[in-house]
């Protein structure tokens, strides 16, 4: 990759990449390490992109979602990143964004991640395998188990106005 | 009616996330000192203005070049005087092996 098209990924993906890290870690400064970190890795070496091997959109995201999950770990937010019995409770939030918001950052990181690749970042079941190193079977579970949770978090705001769900609450 | 995966993607849109900060460039492509560049930069440079360029540098150069220095004065002959008495010597050759 040259200069100009290592600047002209960083144009293109940095959105993305940002987004992902602020809502897979609700932090700004969190976020902006990350981001950071992964631009620099592709500059550093370009060559470990291999375009057989996918976009470099979802290399991109794959490689936030390792740096986000190495600060879970170092920061020892999460004892166990997939938590199969990880039951939500319903959020008590007044706004609905906010509300939203606590509901995803309480999903554990491997449910989180899927559903943000998912539902955020658009990226197909296959995409989101490769870029969080499994199967797609497993990510179909996660993502299964992940929506199941957020029913039941963002239950009160969906019962008291199921027809306004889509027109702002 | 039921909370399907639809409802819940409406649902879960409206929490919108900022786009990545201006900073960010700078963090990954950090700009070096300005003093790098004499060092380091090119400047490009038109074909049409670099001509003209070249024209005008001429046309200042052949204005402010020095002039020719010129003897002041007339060459006056008042003071030459031919050679009295030339002696020529007419030398035949030279053996050196001696």
Known sequence: MTDSELRQAFDQHKDAVYRFAWRMTGSPEASEDIAQEVFLSLVRRPESYDPARGSLRAFLLGAARNQALKRFREEQRWDVLEEEDFAAAPVLHVDVVDAVAAAVQALPPLQREALILAEYEDLSLEEIARAVETEVGAVKARLHRARENLRKALAPFYETNPRRVGHGI | ?98
């Open chain 2, 1 to 98: 009616m039921e909370f399907n995966d639809q409802k819940l993607k409406e649902l879960l849109q409206k929490w919108e996330a900022p786009p990545a900060p201006r900073e960010l460039f700078f963090r990954v492509f950090p700009t070096p000192p300005w003093w790098r560049w004499l060092w380091t930069g090119s400047i490009r440079v038109p074909v049409p203005v670099g001509l003209a360029a070249l024209v005008v540098l001429g046309v200042v150069w052949f204005w402010n070049r020095e002039p020719v220095s010129v003897p002041q004065g007339s060459v006056s002959l008042a003071d030459f005087h031919p050679v009295d008495q030339l002696e020529p010597r007419i030398i035949r050759g030279v053996n050196y092996e001696h």
